[in-house]
């Protein structure tokens, strides 16, 4: 990346310029040193113009079709004049760090629009990077003016809690004829969502989509009793015939309004930036020791040995932890 003007990025932000929209993700997505100064500096230029956007999660089991659902959902809001800012986290492989990046060929429709901007997030290897690259991105495409902003996870897991946790709506997309409704999905993603969709609800499939609704909302009624208790609104929808899509739409819409008429979408986003800043201070030390010269030089041999068993994870942690203390030391000030 050439030197970053940070000011002339954030008018570029601001006036909804697609390029600088695509540089300030890439700054904001990078590890460089020097680049996190000057992160921090454009999202403190650019919040003053966030917060007014739809936050929607979605998650989903695997072949749910939740790219496809995107789309669709994506160019039907675009079709009634909204923006629409996707954030796909990606997987990150181990080895490479590099993405997958599938989901912008399942959402070709949606990203040939001028009123869509799509951009997969790597996942990182821990869940800081979720929460730092994401966030941020969020807030890129909040300030350059999109008013629904959607972002996209891999699938069920500790990334997906993550992401409930910056949004203002998270919804499940699950499928019927794959057993079990609840088998694979963690009690606690069930818990944590506030709309459920049964995607592929078209053909031959339809009748089999609302048995599994009417089997998802006798499982809500007993996970979550009580008369008093709001319970997420479950339906059916194709992505593929377009049947749904606006009942779903206006659950999530119904949703956000109720956290606005009992106060608490104020409350939840106060809490998300509480969440925001630990994890970046998580994310900040994981990447100090990880730094550190000392840890730096005894790391490959140390890895090795908990690997085959010569030293335990515990004793290893012990040292990295120890090495690390050892160079503050050495670099504060007698």
């Avoid at 629009?113 to 290897?125: C, E, I, N, T």
């Avoid at 377009?242 to 009942?247: F, P, Q, S």
């Avoid at 550190?292 to 030293?311: F, I, N, Q």
Wanted: aromatic share 2%; glycine share 10%; hydrophobic share 40%.
């Amino acid at each position: 990346m050439r030197e970053i003007d940070v000011a002339a990025l954030t008018d570029g932000v601001l006036a909804g310029s697609r390029a600088a929209i695509a540089r300030a993700i890439t700054l904001v997505e990078s590890h460089r040193p020097d680049h996190r100064p000057k992160a921090s500096e454009l999202v403190r230029a650019i919040t003053p113009h966030t917060g007014a956007s739809v936050r929607v999660g979605i998650t989903g089991v695997p072949g749910a079709g939740k790219s496809t659902f995107i789309n669709a959902l994506g160019v039907r809001l675009i079709d009634r004049e909204h923006k629409v800012g996707v954030v796909a986290v990606d997987p990150s492989s181990r080895r490479t760090g590099g993405s997958i990046l599938g989901d912008r060929t399942r959402m070709a429709d949606l990203t040939a629009l001028d009123g869509a901007f799509v951009r997969p997030s790597p996942s990182g290897k821990h869940l800081g990077g979720v929460a730092r690259a994401t966030r941020e991105s969020m807030l890129i495409l909040e300030a350059a003016g999109f008013g629904v902003i959607i972002v996209e996870t891999v699938g069920v897991g500790q990334n997906e809690i993550a992401v409930s946790e910056m949004v203002d709506t998270f919804l499940l997309l699950t499928i019927a004829g794959a057993g079990d409704q609840l088998q694979g999905i963690k009690r606690g993603i069930i818990e944590l969502a506030d709309v459920i969709a049964v995607n592929k609800a078209d053909g031959d499939n339809e009748g089999r989509a609302k048995v599994a609704a009417r089997d998802l909302k006798t499982a809500m009624r007993l996970m979550l009793p009580g008369k008093d208790v709001r319970r997420p609104e479950i339906l059916t929808c194709s992505a593929q015939t377009g049947a749904g899509l606006d009942e779903v739409w206006q659950a999530v819409l119904d949703h956000r309004a109720h956290l606005e008429s009992e106060g608490s979408l104020a409350a939840r986003r106060a809490r998300q930036q509480e969440d925001w800043m630990w994890a970046m201070v998580d994310a900040h030390l994981t990447d100090a020791v990880r730094d550190s010269p000392s840890v730096r030089a005894m790391v490959h041999d140390l890895t090795e040995a908990v690997r085959t068993g010569r030293t335990s994870a515990v004793e290893g942690s012990e040292r990295i932890l120890g090495s690390y203390a050892a160079d503050l030391r050495r670099s504060s000030p007698s």
